[in-house]
């Protein structure tokens, strides 16, 4: 039994080119109704889910009637904004025969790696998941270049869980998971159940190539894993053509290769937050904020700040202190020092009337604060 999977509550599916095009014939359309079956299943199973779906280039390269990858960027390119659309089409009306909505979500890394655009993508994608909408993400194709492309959506999908901090990130590929060496030249090679994340053992096993169809391999999966392990996420590598795989997971069945991280997720968010050292600003608490935040576990509100020093944009880390100067703790914030100037002081509820809108209630979120 799989607890750590059976528990989670927040699911990044992947599912590569090579699963969803029945190796290069199109769209794999009966594949997908069965994995949208399952996705269901465990969306009214209370599970939130988002899901990664690759496949545009290769359903390009089927309407265009396109028998190999073509290598000319501009050529890839058009083969994906084609593809694209006959692939959200085939999850939209899926899910629809369950009453399902889904919602497309194009990304680049630029996109994630800018914290402002980081931000809003995470926003859309929680309101997404809150409105129990499926969102489908995949790389934004038209608009990246050779150095920022993620090159494969392995990483793309791990960025995803890292960016809505999911518990589990399952990737469906086309072998049953991660084999000690690649299944494609050593037939009896042998599944690994189990394994932490960051295990140097694993670069040795996992190859370098992939398929002709996909381009990440398991290098990429292992990268994928080990990059949603740092926000504490869980990694299953397994085969999306075994029978009800989804279901499975969800009983906690051993199948596929589990990969873990070093330590809990809201433990590796903290150390994540504690190595950001820049901080752009003050916000001087009041001495009931102070009691509140000094209890531990409890979010900054715009009502219990009495001054902002500095210049920060939403997202930036922040120094909290006492009235009298001493420092209480660090944390990102949810507006920028011209917004915050404009609601410290005032209860959650008039932010909408004073900013025209509203980001987040709390000027900064508990799971992104640690106490000095
Ligand atoms: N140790 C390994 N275990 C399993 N598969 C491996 C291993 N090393 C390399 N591979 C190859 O990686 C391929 C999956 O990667 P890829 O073709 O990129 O698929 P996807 O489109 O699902 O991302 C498998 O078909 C397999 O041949
Ligand atoms: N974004 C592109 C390429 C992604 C890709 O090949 O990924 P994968 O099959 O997961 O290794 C697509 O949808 O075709």
Redo the contacts with the bound molecule.
């Keep these: 039994m799989r607890s750590k999977v059976t528990g989670a509550q927040r699911w990044v599916v992947k ?5 969803l095009t029945a190796d290069g014939k199109g769209l794999d359309r009966a594949a997908m109704s069965v994995w949208v079956e399952q996705m269901v299943a465990l969306h009214e199973a209370g599970v939130e889910l988002v899901l990664v779906s ?1 496949g545009a280039v290769a359903a390009g390269m089927s309407r265009l009637g396109w028998t190999a990858r073509p290598s000319a960027m501009h050529e890839l390119q058009a083969a994906a904004a084609i593809g694209q659309m006959g692939l959200v089409q085939a999850w939209e009306s899926s899910f629809a025969e369950h009453g399902r909505h889904t919602a497309q979500v194009l990304l680049t890394h630029d996109d994630l790696s800018d914290r402002k655009r980081y931000l809003n993508a995470r926003s859309t994608l929680r309101a997404l998941v809150e409105l129990k909408v499926i969102p489908v993400i995949n790389e934004n194709d038209t608009v990246v270049t050779d150095e920022i492309r993620f090159g ?3 990483t793309l999908a791990a960025l995803v869980a890292n960016l809505v901090e999911a518990d589990l990130l399952v ?5 049953d ?8 030249n050593n037939p009896d ?1 042998q599944l690994i159940y189990e394994a932490r994340a960051d295990d140097p053992a694993l670069d040795a ?17 292992l990268r994928a894993a080990r990059l949603a392990a740092r926000s504490g996420a869980h990694t299953i590598i397994v085969g ?1 053509r075994l029978e009800r795989v989804l279901d499975r997971l969800k009983a906690g069945e051993r199948i596929g290769t589990l990969l873990s991280p070093e330590r809990g997720m809201l433990a590796a968010r903290k150390q994540w937050l504690a190595g950001h050292l820049q901080t752009r600003g003050t916000l001087v608490l009041d001495a009931g904020a102070v009691a509140a935040l000094s209890q531990g576990n409890k979010s900054l509100l715009p009502v219990g700040v009495k001054l902002v020093q500095g210049s920060f944009r939403r997202g930036e880390m922040v120094v909290c202190v006492a009235p009298d100067g001493r420092e209480i703790a660090r944390g990102l914030a949810n507006y920028s020092a011209l917004e915050a100037q404009k609601i410290i002081g005032q209860p959650s509820d008039a932010i909408v009337g004073l900013l025209g809108y509203m980001a987040e209630p709390e000027l900064v979120h508990r799971d992104n604060l640690i106490l000095v």
């Design positions: 599912i590569g080119s090579a699963l690759s494969d959506n392995d990737i469906l590929t086309d072998r998971g991660m084999f000690d060496a690649d299944p494609r090679a096993v996992a190859g370098s190539v992939g398929g002709a169809l996909g381009r990440g391999g398991m290098q990429t999966k999306g």
